[in-house]
């Protein structure tokens, strides 16, 4: 495997990663809002990717859509992009239910997709390409299946029970269309971050390790090295607006090419006819 195509596999699990910690219940607003978040990824302190989330949070329900290209000398090289999404309600009692969830992205001109839904408990893969077994896996089974949620969602249900001074902890089983795993959330102290070159945000975080307990569904062999070993990622979530969800505003985990961080570099908020927005000219 090229180093090109395995740096696109790290920001690639990043961006799955964050797609999935960008929301928190519409009750925490005090209205609807909008929310647009940017990122920039740093692999070995080289710009390879920037990272877009649009986020419209609604009284019973939320819908995510996420953005990533290449960039720098690799996005011009090797071109690829990815898009995700992930739709769901906010069910009375505090829970959240998956609805749909899926991405595409495009490498070198070769497409590969999921597109999920959720129907009586179960997660259902509604297409994809490649098959699982073309890309040296196999199938999880319905048993596995049920009762487990999409990356978003679950990640999600891990917010609703923190408040502003709570710990992150949590075990949620997960499938995203072709693993099957648990997401294993800890905590990991707290911070107070001040705006750097990398990003305009300063202020109080709660810090979470994440990492998956694997299941089914993995690669049967695979000669990139990615999943060898234990893949651990530490976030800071911290709110960008007052009354506003907590976001990721610095991820980091390490690759075989170095540190993979992720800065929050923007973000705007659409309440109503207010508009608010964080940035470098701040």
């Known amino acids: 495997m090229s180093i090109y195509r395995r740096l696109r596999v790290e920001v690639a699990a990043f961006a799955a990663l964050a797609v999935t910690l960008c929301t928190e219940p519409a009750g925490a607003l005090a209205r609807d809002a909008d929310v647009g978040l940017y990122y920039k990824v740093l692999v070995g302190g080289f710009h390879v990717g920037d990272l877009h989330f649009d986020i419209v949070l609604r009284p019973r329900k939320f819908d995510v859509e996420a953005n990533i290209r ?18 769901g309600e906010f069910a009375y ?4 239910n998956p609805v749909a969830a899926g991405q595409t992205n495009n490498w070198r001109g070769k497409e590969r997709f999921i597109d999920l839904s959720f129907e009586n408990g179960i997660a259902r893969v509604k297409r994809i390409q490649p098959p699982p077994e073309a890309d040296d896996r196999d199938r999880v089974s319905e048993d596995l299946r049920t009762g487990a949620l999409d990356l978003t969602t679950a990640i999600m249900t891990i917010i609703t029970r923190m408040d502003s001074r709570a710990e992150c902890a949590a075990q949620i089983p997960v499938f995203d269309g ?20 990398y990003s305009p945000f300063g202020g109080e975080t709660i810090n979470c390790v994440v990492w998956m307990d694997k299941k089914a569904g993995f690669k049967k062999k ?40 992720a800065h929050l570099n923007r973000a705007t908020i659409v309440s109503g006819e207010n508009r608010r927005e964080l940035s470098q000219a701040d």
């Open 178 to 197: 072709r693993r099957r795993f648990d997401l294993v959330v800890e905590p990991d102290g707290s911070d107070t971050l001040k705006p750097n070159r």
């Open 93 to 96: 009692g505090g829970g959240v």
């Open 70 to 87: 290449s960039t720098g000398m690799i996005g011009r090289i090797f071109p690829w992009s990815m898009k995700a999404y992930s739709n």
């Open 222 to 261: 695979d000669p990139s090295g990615w999943n060898d070993g234990e893949r651990k990622a530490r976030v800071w979530m911290g709110r960008a607006f007052d009354y506003s969800p907590p976001v990721p505003v610095r991820l980091t985990f390490d690759t075989p090419f170095g540190a993979l961080i």
